[in-house]
């Protein structure tokens, strides 16, 4: 049995001669742990055990500091990036409060904010995403997508971090929720579960992959109401202030400032028409 279990480990490891050799083991793990620690000292009367604020920052900065070393591989860069992060958490804190505002605000069902810290999944998801986004500005490898998709994993909720979301975002009950990379949100926006804002088709290179870097995600304007199921797609589509995008639409183009988009079962009221534009939800080619 040793000789046939030696035997199937050097085959593994002729395979893995194929992939990069980076030690990640235990990466994945520290990575959610360094997120659950960073909210727990944005809001630590609400961590899962008793913890003092400074407790949680020391514990968050040393991870945070092995994490970064991971990726970057340089321990000056490492520490310059973990400072920083450190240094917006004020800033977080006050872009969340603004984010719970909402939630609280644009949903009847919250009687507090305590109800909505400690049972909506969309405030974990966009707390996790608002730290993420920091790394992911400062151009870290890996780390802030390790961090939303723990958030992901636990939520239903897909937030890439290269999103750019204003403050006041609410993600009403959340699950199947997909942002796309190059997403633009602007303030005080509400969607609700199962919509997308994807991607239409990708450009793709001479090796036949999606080219990387390019605009592929929609713009949010301001105020935007963004119904359940609804799909919005294309880096050239701009949701303009004011809009409201109703369920199931499925939506390609652009829409100007204080539409409302309906699929065409759903358009019924005549005296409606002129503040209306009615799609159908299934023929895409209308679009």
Known sequence: MDERISSLANALSAIETRVPQ???????ARAQRLTDRLIDALFPNYANTPTAREDALTEASALAADCLLTVLCNAD????????????????????????MAAYKGDPAARDLNEIILCYPAFFAIATYRLAHVLYCAKVPLL???????????TGIDIHPGATIGDGFFIDHGTGVVIGETTTIGRDVKIYQHVTLGAKSFDVGEDGTPVKGIKRHPDIGDRVVIYAGATVLGGQTHIGNDCVIGGSVWLTRSVEAGK??????????????????????LDSAML
Do not use: W
Not at 78 to 100: K, Y
């Open 22 to 28: 980076k030690d990640y083991s235990g990466f994945r």
């Open 77 to 100: 860069r490492a520490e310059q990036v973990r400072d920083a992060l450190l240094s917006v958490l004020p800033e977080i804190r006050m872009c969340l409060e603004l984010d719970l």
């Open 144 to 154: 802030p997508r390790v961090m939303t998709e723990y958030a992901h994993m636990r």
């Open 260 to 281: 409302m988009v309906l699929a065409r079962a759903a358009v019924t009221d005549a005296n409606m028409q002129r503040d209306i534009m009615a799609v159908s939800a």
